[in-house]
């Protein structure tokens, strides 16, 4: 069984350019979320995605856009980005059944610096 | 609506002495609670979980936490503290479905030896 899996690892962008971050999800789980850890703070909630359409969705701006795969892998989509999209972007994978009731998974994240 | 507060940000404890990390949580409904550990370029990795079982949850590590729904708590605690607990800890609510998780702002532990 692998874990959940995210790359890159590190990237830099400049304001007003666009980025992609993947996220492939641990064997047999059906539900990617995720987040949004600027430094010192608690991961904030992006959106989630189930079977392949947006499933919930926190306050974040539609620049912020996802796909899911029909093997569960997912991206996140970043358009026009902001210095304040710094952070580490976690993605989380699970197997949705009961609702909160299933335990989320995640990934090392990726660490985007804008500049 | 949800909200979870981590009463410190920072928490000092010698090594061999008790863990106490306490997190209060405002919630509509019955949550599930959980507490995830994130060590230092490292994911998140979840100690234990309550989801309306046993009020006094066992984890990963020597961890648990007891639900107190009268005091709207779910505080986590650890009789012996580790050098290897040393990390950044995060309580979280879930009501219902994962589209309203909320993370608390973390509390980071450190040990002293």
């Known amino acids: 069984e692998t874990g959940v899996t995210q790359s890159p690892t590190h990237l830099i962008k400049t304001r007003g350019q666009q980025v992609t971050l993947r996220c492939s999800s641990q064997?047999?789980?059906?539900?990617v979320s995720w987040y949004q850890q600027a430094l010192g703070q608690g991961p904030q909630f992006i959106f989630q995605?189930?079977?392949?359409?947006?499933?919930g969705r926190g306050n974040f701006p539609p620049r912020f856009s996802g796909l899911q795969f029909p093997n569960y892998s997912s991206e996140l989509n970043v358009n026009a980005l902001e210095l304040d999209d710094s952070a580490l972007y976690l993605c989380?994978?699970?197997?949705?059944?009961?609702?909160?009731?299933?335990?989320?998974?995640f990934g090392p994240g990726t660490r985007l610096t804008v500049l | 609506a949800q909200s979870v507060t981590q009463l410190d940000s920072h928490v000092s404890v010698s090594e061999g002495t008790p863990v106490l990390l306490r997190c209060n949580y405002s919630?509509?409904?019955?949550?599930?609670l959980f507490w995830y550990v994130q060590h230092p370029n490292k994911g998140l990795q979840l100690l234990l979980k309550?989801?309306?079982?046993?009020?006094l949850v066992k984890g990963i590590n020597g961890f648990e936490a007891e639900f107190k729904k009268s005091e709207t708590s779910f505080h986590l605690t650890k009789p012996s503290a580790h050098m290897s607990d040393a990390a950044e800890y995060f309580c979280?609510?879930?009501?219902?479905?994962?589209?309203?998780?909320?993370f608390g702002p973390g509390t980071s532990l450190s040990v002293i030896p």
């Open positions: 919630s509509s409904y019955s949550p599930s």
């Open positions: 979280v609510v879930s009501e219902g479905s994962y589209d309203k998780v909320i």
């Open positions: 064997s047999g789980h059906n539900t």
């Open positions: 995605y189930y079977r392949e359409e947006e499933n």
């Open positions: 309550y989801t309306s079982a046993a009020t």
């Open positions: 989380a994978s699970s197997l949705k059944g009961l609702a909160g009731d299933n335990e989320q998974f």
